[in-house]
């Protein structure tokens, strides 16, 4: 089992299906770690539960090889099959502290939150139900069209001021949001389109990383 | 925890949100189980996790209370999380072995097939992994457009030979139904639209164990 450490959340890559087109998901993914993403999530809400587990098990496979945490959107149940390092859990998916519950301390739990509110909620649960949140949508982006409100640069440093647990930032981010974002607090940034749409996935996790110091 | 008993599969209530229609799925289930059904399981393909989270909660309570096993159609991490006794795996769902795993050898699990092939298939798996099967579909159903092609009571007949599993019939199942599926081997039978769609329930469900006797 990986754990998250200061630097797991530097570059988190989130898969899609469709934008990893014809090479597939596995085949994107392998780059991207070479490249220096540094935790992987599946994310897949088409696949049944059969293709999902099956892309799960590949996907555990290729980020332990890698050393890398591999977490799976939603899907405790398959995190658990394939002996996945997490599960991350949207505000429509299973609640956190339930899937605590279910699946002991060591498994990383992440919690996506849009506004102070979710912040303020996640506080009032129990000391260690989640490891870190995922924030967004920083930028509106068309990989999540029934997001909430974009929240800007200026409105992830709000939503983070005071927060205790490590932070990703999602949503339409390019290179250039990078450095702004850590600067706003995120810890690192999530990408979909930004690494799973590009033509070089290696080329484009390098880029993305390069662009902390700009 | 419930467990299976040689009378939990004679009439296995599957519900459909959308047949339920306005008074819901609780008070669908309420009275069906006072008209008799002996086991439920909740399957509800377009709910959000979440949602699927507070409906299961509300039939685990429900079924409790009637002393009725209650099992989650494919999402073995809600029937952890709201302390389902079982979780219902079609061919397309977590593998069943996975899910053994996981999930220790104390939870209920149903395995749907189609076919001998399937059946065989069961075989080859741990002793203990499959506690029951669903076998169908016996007869077309508009509540599975999907499903494979229609078995007939003569198929599930054919294919129950030498079953050593508990197996519920479904697919299109009315009361006249009921005593031929026992008389080819199935320990009971599983409806959906019969029960969910009938004004009364329970006076449906009561009219399907009556028809054991037919």
Same mark, same amino acid.
């Given at each position: 089992?990986?754990?998250?450490?200061?630097?797991?959340?530097?570059?988190?890559?989130?898969?899609?299906? &469709?934008?990893?087109?014809?090479?597939?998901?596995?085949?994107?993914?392998?780059?991207?770690?070479? %490249?220096?993403?540094? @935790?992987?999530?599946?994310?897949?809400?088409?696949?049944?539960?059969?293709?999902?587990? !099956?892309?799960?098990?590949?996907?555990?496979?290729?980020?332990?090889?890698?050393?890398?945490?591999?977490?799976?959107?939603?899907?405790?149940?398959?995190?658990?099959?394939?002996?996945?390092?997490?599960?991350?859990?949207?505000?429509?998916?299973?609640?956190?502290?339930?899937?605590?519950?279910?699946? %002991?301390?060591?498994?990383?739990?992440?919690?996506?939150?849009?506004?102070?509110?979710? @912040?303020? &909620?996640?506080?009032?649960?129990?000391?260690?139900?989640? !490891?870190?949140?995922?924030?967004?949508?920083?930028?509106?982006?068309?990989?999540?069209?029934?997001?909430?409100?974009?929240?800007? @640069?200026?409105?992830?440093?709000?939503?983070?001021?005071?927060?205790?647990?490590?932070?990703?930032?999602?949503?339409?981010?390019?290179?250039?949001?990078?450095?702004?974002?850590?600067?706003?607090?995120?810890?690192?940034?999530?990408?979909?389109?930004?690494?799973?749409?590009?033509?070089?996935? &290696?080329?484009?996790?390098? &880029?993305?990383?390069?662009?902390?110091?700009?």
């Amino acid at each position: 089992m990986i754990r998250l450490d200061a630097e797991s959340l530097r570059l988190y890559l989130v898969t899609d299906r &469709a934008l990893c087109g014809e090479r597939g998901v596995a085949e994107t993914v392998r780059p991207a770690l070479a %490249g220096g993403v540094t @935790i992987v999530q599946l994310r897949d809400h088409e696949a049944t539960t059969r293709e999902l587990l !099956d892309i799960a098990r590949e996907l555990r496979d290729i980020t332990t090889a890698a050393g890398v945490p591999f977490v799976v959107d939603d899907r405790l149940d398959v995190a658990l099959a394939v002996g996945a390092d997490g599960v991350h859990l949207g505000q429509s998916d299973l609640h956190p502290v339930d899937a605590r519950r279910v699946a %002991g301390t060591q498994l990383i739990i992440g919690h996506s939150v849009s506004c102070i509110d979710e @912040i303020e &909620a996640v506080a009032e649960w129990p000391d260690g139900t989640v !490891d870190y949140l995922g924030i967004g949508p920083v930028f509106a982006t068309p990989t999540k069209p029934k997001a909430a409100a974009p929240l800007g @640069i200026d409105g992830v440093r709000e939503v983070l001021d005071g927060c205790e647990l490590p932070a990703v930032a999602i949503g339409g981010i390019k290179d250039i949001h990078v450095a702004p974002l850590r600067a706003a607090g995120a810890a690192g940034v999530a990408v979909v389109s930004a690494v799973c749409a590009a033509p070089d996935p &290696a080329a484009a996790a390098r &880029a993305l990383l390069a662009a902390e110091e700009l």
